[in-house]
């Protein structure tokens, strides 16, 4: 039998074909279902992230899913105005809510329509308040927490917060895990959410005293540094429960002094405990129209 030679051109179509015809096929098969492995795995961590995000939250199968005709009864409650920014602060008791309120509406704590503030005084229901010349928004003082044990799910469906436009998260130390959850809740609603570390001229001041400061610049400095690295641990471990997308949680650092003189269209303070930090940033995150030219 005589063997027919194979030329080197001949070899290399042949290898061709068997690549168009078998190999290409059987290696685009392979990877496809690589591919769908790979996304049944994403889908499954990404399922087993939402039980535990819940689980974490304190989700209460027993409360009510928020529906449209839910979120509709819980503006008519609270008083929502369609043709409003309608804004809620909430937080833990006595961490400044009311008094930002009242910074915000140019008001002292004894001024008429003023929201309750003082060591004795804590807000029992929700109220409304109006910005001076700002007819577009509304402000909603709320009840605080009154403990860090309640869940966040609780939290946010006792105060009906779903009702609201934007939630602002008040504290006035480090973002505890309460505060860092009811922020999640917010974001696992789709609601626009945002927090305010208040009283920072009285931190800057106990700062001087504490640290053994030369002044109070540099208590300011060594304050806002700590506070700043504070905020990125937090931001991380709310980022942390959407790994698969882009979450993030402004922070902004002012004291209810600083906003009332801001409100008031002043130039930023000299004194280092007063000056200004993030009140321009804050009062633009709540409505761009607050921010008005001053030399801050």
Same mark, same amino acid.
């Given at each position: 039998?005589?063997?027919?030679?194979?030329?080197?051109?001949?070899?290399?179509?042949?290898?061709? /074909?068997?690549?168009?015809?078998?190999?290409?096929? &059987?290696?685009?098969? !392979?990877?496809?279902?690589?591919?769908? !492995?790979?996304?049944?795995?994403?889908?499954?961590?990404?399922?087993?992230? $939402?039980?535990?995000?819940?689980?974490?939250?304190?989700?209460?199968?027993?409360?009510?899913?928020?529906?449209?005709?839910? %979120?509709?009864?819980?503006?008519?409650?609270?008083?929502?105005?369609?043709?409003?920014? =309608?804004?809620?602060? *909430?937080?833990?008791?006595?961490?400044?809510?009311?008094?930002?309120?009242? *910074?915000?509406?140019?008001? /002292?704590?004894?001024?008429?329509?003023?929201? $309750?503030?003082?060591? =004795?005084?804590?807000?029992?229901?929700?109220?409304?308040?109006? %910005?001076?010349?700002?007819?577009?928004?509304?402000?909603? +003082?709320?009840? /605080?927490?009154?403990?860090?044990?309640?869940?966040?799910? &609780?939290?946010?469906?006792?105060?009906?917060?779903?009702?609201?436009?934007?939630?602002?998260?008040?504290?006035?130390?480090?973002?505890? &895990?309460?505060? %860092? $959850?009811?922020?999640?809740?917010?974001?696992?609603?789709?609601?626009?959410?945002?927090?305010? $570390?208040?009283?920072?001229?009285?931190?800057?001041? =106990?700062?001087?005293?504490?640290?053994?400061?030369?002044?109070?610049?540099?208590? !300011?400095?060594?304050?806002?540094?700590?506070?700043? &690295?504070?905020?990125?641990?937090?931001?991380?471990?709310?980022? *942390?429960?959407?790994?698969?997308?882009?979450?993030?949680? !402004?922070?902004?650092?002012?004291?209810?002094?600083?906003?009332?003189?801001?409100?008031?269209?002043?130039?930023?303070?000299? +004194?280092?405990?007063?000056?200004?930090?993030?009140?321009?940033?804050?009062?633009?995150?709540?409505?761009?129209?607050?921010?008005?030219?001053?030399?801050?």
């Amino acid at each position: 039998m005589a063997w027919i030679p194979l030329i080197p051109g001949a070899v290399a179509g042949l290898w061709k /074909g068997y690549e168009e015809i078998v190999a290409r096929p &059987q290696r685009r098969a !392979r990877e496809a279902q690589q591919r769908l !492995r790979e996304s049944h795995e994403r889908e499954r961590e990404s399922e087993q992230r $939402r039980i535990a995000l819940l689980k974490e939250l304190g989700y209460d199968t027993d409360q009510p899913a928020i529906t449209e005709e839910l %979120i509709a009864s819980a503006q008519e409650t609270v008083g929502y105005d369609k043709d409003k920014q =309608n804004i809620v602060f *909430a937080g833990n008791v006595n961490v400044g809510k009311s008094s930002l309120i009242n *910074a915000l509406c140019n008001k /002292g704590g004894n001024d008429d329509g003023a929201a $309750r503030v003082g060591s =004795n005084q804590v807000t029992m229901g929700i109220t409304r308040h109006e %910005i001076p010349n700002h007819p577009e928004m509304l402000l909603y +003082d709320i009840p /605080g927490a009154g403990t860090q044990d309640v869940p966040a799910f &609780q939290y946010y469906h006792d105060q009906m917060l779903y009702a609201f436009d934007t939630v602002v998260l008040v504290h006035d130390t480090t973002l505890t &895990q309460a505060d %860092i $959850r009811l922020l999640k809740m917010c974001i696992l609603s789709n609601q626009k959410c945002l927090a305010v $570390r208040t009283k920072s001229d009285g931190h800057i001041k =106990n700062y001087e005293y504490d640290k053994e400061c030369n002044n109070l610049e540099e208590a !300011r400095q060594i304050f806002l540094s700590e506070v700043r &690295q504070d905020i990125e641990r937090c931001q991380e471990q709310i980022a *942390a429960s959407w790994p698969d997308r882009e979450v993030e949680v !402004r922070d902004y650092v002012v004291s209810s002094r600083s906003v009332r003189s801001f409100m008031r269209q002043n130039a930023s303070p000299r +004194d280092a405990a007063t000056a200004y930090i993030d009140e321009l940033d804050f009062a633009f995150a709540l409505s761009p129209t607050l921010v008005v030219n001053v030399d801050n």
